[in-house]
């Protein structure tokens, strides 16, 4: 039986999302007992993070569709008719929000919209007085509107009203101290640097 990989050769692997299940227990429990580590990882996951960013932007050809098209010998898709909607908005009373546990104790989550092609989640997030949310590394813009309560991010505290932008890349661990509530735009990617409780 070869031994356990250590944590240096599992980290970029991780931060790759391409580890097994043994792997991935592997990493966690490193982490779990060498919590200095996470600063390892974090720095492999910013690296992930910026990878699609190096590759030069293609202009594709207005064509390119018909093309593929003559090339595979289909026939041209028509353009589909334009579909209005009977209702042209969605519309949700706050007293049908639909609340969920979320994974971090002490939080629920109504989930608004989720588009799994942009990979993003709209939402309004509710947590209990004294929750500590895990630090987590943002796939994507993450932005918070405050509607209720406190909410503290690396050191600052901030109400109802205030807007909360967070780049891609960029993480944090949020905390409240009587509890709030805000709404959520962010992405579905977003990772968990420490270990949820």
Do not use: N
């Not at 050769?9 to 299940?21: G, M």
């Not at 993003?120 to 405050?146: N, Q, S, T």
């Amino acid at each position: 039986m070869s031994p356990d990989p250590c944590f240096c050769e599992l980290a970029p692997l991780h931060a790759l999302d391409i580890l097994d299940e043994r792997e991935r227990l592997l990493v966690e429990h490193e982490l779990a007992h060498f919590p200095e580590l996470a600063a390892e990882l974090a720095a492999y996951q910013r690296a992930v993070a910026v990878l699609p960013y190096g590759a030069p932007a293609v202009a594709v050809s207005a064509d390119l569709k018909t093309r593929l098209f003559e090339r595979l010998d289909l026939e041209k898709p028509k353009t589909p008719a334009v579909c209005v909607p009977a209702v042209p908005y969605f519309a949700l009373r706050a007293a049908e929000l639909p609340w969920e546990p979320f994974i971090v104790p002490g939080t629920a989550i109504a989930r608004l919209r989720v588009d799994e092609a942009r990979r993003e989640l709209v939402g309004v997030f509710r947590a209990e007085a004294g929750v500590k949310y895990p630090d987590h590394l943002h796939a994507g813009f993450e932005e918070i509107f405050m509607l209720e309560g406190d909410l503290e991010i690396d050191g600052e505290i901030y109400g109802p009203g205030d807007y909360v932008r967070s780049q891609p890349s960029s993480m944090h661990g949020p905390s409240t101290r009587g509890g709030c509530m805000f709404l959520i735009r962010t992405s579905l990617d977003d990772t968990f640097i420490e270990t949820v409780t």
